[in-house]
């Protein structure tokens, strides 16, 4: 399985942007994935996660009420949409997927992941 994320980009504080993970993973419903990032100089972190099916969805306490992760099964992609955005959001954002539908908060859980994509948020 393969991911590929995308959407990062430099944004001032209050902006918004979407981040996509397309998946090689197919049929795409089996798999659960996960949002991480790693901030420079710090360890990387949970950020949020989705099921399968696309109907649980969990959040990092930081980001709850300004991130909304959603999934396209059809096209085999999850997005994260960032309102809001705050300057400790800067970070390298990777996605990750898990060969169930159950999400997950832990790195050791997911499998497959992608490369990072950047996303600086300017005060």
């Known amino acids: 399985v393969q991911l590929q994320a995308s959407g990062g980009g430099l944004v001032q504080a209050g902006g918004s942007l979407r981040l996509s993970c397309l998946s090689s993973?197919?049929?795409?419903?089996?798999?659960?994935v996960g949002w991480f990032r790693q901030a420079p100089g710090k360890e990387r972190e949970f950020v949020a996660a989705?099921?399968?099916?696309?109907?649980?969805?969990y959040y990092e306490d930081s980001v709850k009420g300004r991130f909304t992760i959603s999934r396209d099964n059809y096209k085999g992609t999850v997005y994260l949409q960032m309102n809001t955005l705050k300057p400790e959001d800067t970070a390298f954002y990777y996605c990750?997927?898990?060969?169930?539908?159950?999400?997950?908060?832990?790195?050791?859980?997911?499998?497959?992941w992608g490369q990072g994509t950047l996303v600086t948020v300017s005060s």
């Open positions: 990750a997927a898990r060969e169930y539908s159950t999400p997950k908060n832990d790195e050791p859980a997911h499998a497959y």
């Open positions: 989705i099921s399968g099916t696309g109907g649980t969805t």
């Open positions: 993973g197919r049929p795409f419903s089996k798999y659960a």
